[in-house]
């Protein structure tokens, strides 16, 4: 029978080097907590290695010159996570009926235990999503980092733009007052005047030729289900081809090849 | 292309494929590949088209529209409107409701030819550039949306603003001393009637073919 050779464990961070006048294993209720957290996440690498794929997505080299107006990929990120919680805890209280949904909100914002605080932080949100992806796309753009061979993540992240401006379309009828009803009557009449497709592509949104009775459902499934999953894709893949191409220097960043080949390039010069 | 490669012989025996048949071209490996991708396709077929019917579905249904009764003959007159609320789409309350203004056929404005569906004109109060309510304003002899600024005549021709056609209309009849609203339909600015459109969709010139009408709502056929 074949001898099966198992990988070898990965170190225990807690068995390294022994270094004088430091005192070692477990002593006290703290280092037993932090024995048993080292030893949990071992379990999990030891059959996962996801140890690795984590340190090459979070510890990469960045370009000098990286600075703030590099965080607004993540800041959007944080806007998008912070709008998929709050979303899922309003979907407990919201009803999507054309009868019950602006009781349900009104029962949101005047008697849940903090509604009024996760409605606005939804519908305010929503808004900072709007305004940092821009503010992103923007320093894509005046940093030139959608070049060569970012240009695959430029269209992904157009995609992700115009998803987002989807949920900002479906997610303003919710609420369904006079507001939200009107301005998804406009909304899904602009849709119909694109020429051919149009009509039915207004069709297709409202379920029929009127505003009826499974078009708010419609308009939920389409904000809370389809689109969110294909926002956290499209993201995932976005941020892997980020971890794989790397960030771009700013634009005020001049490009310095190693010293010997600059060397090179002066004695061949002369 | 002077070094190009020969091409490769299409049978697996001229290529060297272990265990290649004599006479065979498409390898098992390859067959098992194909066979299995396509397996994968139905199965997925098998659920995505379903739903996408699912979700298509309401724009090939025909809506019901029923005759509805709105008053008494001598509740309308013919030199001003008198609004109405009617029910286009039952159950939701409020939101499937809509005002309609009515008034008698009036030969002096009036310059479409009469029939049994137009002894009273009941003009809808969809703005024909995106939708807004819009109301009529008796002293101006107006219709006026409040969205964008749209400005319609007595018989809802456009004077004004952005709308891309004359206001809807609906059928009407007289049932006994009663008039009944029918189903929506649109006019060109010559009031010629069309099956119903979406508001923004332009009915003049090409507009009847680049925004069709869909099965869910047709006009009355031969009116």
């Not at chain 2, 008698?104 to 004109?121: C, S």
């Not at chain 2, 109301?135 to 101006?140: E, I, Q, V």
Request: charge should be positive; hydrophobic fraction near 40%.
């Amino acid at each position: 029978m074949a001898k099966i050779k198992l990988p070898a464990p990965p170190s225990n961070p807690l068995s390294s080097p022994k270094r004088p006048g430091k005192t070692y294993g477990p002593t006290g209720a703290l280092g037993h907590a932090e024995e048993a957290g080292v030893s949990a996440v071992d379990w999990i690498d030891e059959r996962t290695s996801l140890s690795g794929g984590l340190r090459w997505a979070m510890f990469r080299k960045v370009p000098k010159g990286t600075n703030w107006f590099y965080t607004l990929g993540s800041a959007t990120m944080f806007a998008f996570l912070s709008q998929a919680v709050t979303g899922v805890f309003l979907a407990m209280y919201y009803d999507p009926s054309a009868t019950r949904a602006y009781e349900s909100i009104q029962y949101i914002n005047n008697d849940v235990f903090l509604g009024e605080f996760v409605h606005g932080m939804h519908r305010w949100g929503s808004s900072v999503m709007v305004i940092l992806i821009f503010l992103h796309m923007g320093r894509t753009f005046f940093f030139g980092a959608y070049k060569y061979p970012r240009e695959l993540n430029w269209v992904i992240g157009v995609a992700l733009l115009v998803m987002t401006m989807t949920m900002s379309f479906s997610g303003y009828l919710l609420p369904f007052d006079q507001r939200s009803y009107w301005a998804t009557i406009v909304g899904v009449n602009i849709n119909g005047t694109g020429p051919l497709v149009g009509p039915y592509l207004s069709e297709f949104l409202r379920a029929g030729p009127y505003f009826g009775a499974t078009t708010l459902s419609r308009f939920y499934a389409i904000h809370m289900l389809m689109v969110p999953g294909a926002i956290a894709a499209l993201m995932g893949f976005h941020l892997y081809l980020v971890a794989k191409l790397g960030t771009t220097a700013p634009p005020w960043i001049k490009a310095k090849g190693p010293e010997e080949l600059r060397e090179e390039k002066v004695t061949v010069d002369a | 292309m002077a070094d190009r490669k020969e091409p490769k012989s299409k049978y697996t025996v001229d290529r060297k494929t272990p265990g290649a048949f004599e006479g065979e071209t498409v390898t098992r490996r390859r067959a098992m590949v194909v066979v299995g991708q396509a397996a994968g396709g139905v199965a997925a077929a098998a659920f995505v088209l379903p739903a996408l019917g699912f979700a298509m579905g309401p724009i090939f249904e025909k809506e019901d529209q029923p005759w509805q009764p709105v008053g008494k003959v001598d509740e309308f007159n013919d030199q001003s409107y008198v609004p109405r609320t009617i029910t286009l789409v039952a159950g939701i309350g409020d939101a499937g409701k809509s005002t309609v203004y009515i008034r008698k056929y009036n030969p002096q404005l009036d310059t479409e030819p009469r029939d049994e569906y137009n002894n009273y004109i009941a003009i809808s109060t969809l703005c024909m550039h995106l939708g807004c309510p819009v109301r009529f304003t008796a002293a101006a002899q107006r219709f006026i949306c409040p969205c964008h600024g749209g400005v319609y005549d007595i018989v809802g021709k456009v004077t004004g603003g952005p709308p891309v056609r004359p206001l809807d209309r609906f059928y009407t009849q007289l049932e006994g001393d009663t008039v009944a609203i029918g189903p929506r339909f649109s006019v060109n600015s010559e009031l010629r009637r069309f099956s119903p459109r979406d508001p923004g969709e332009p009915l003049d010139g090409v507009g009847q073919y680049l925004y069709p009408s869909r099965p869910s709502m047709r006009k009355i056929p031969g009116t």
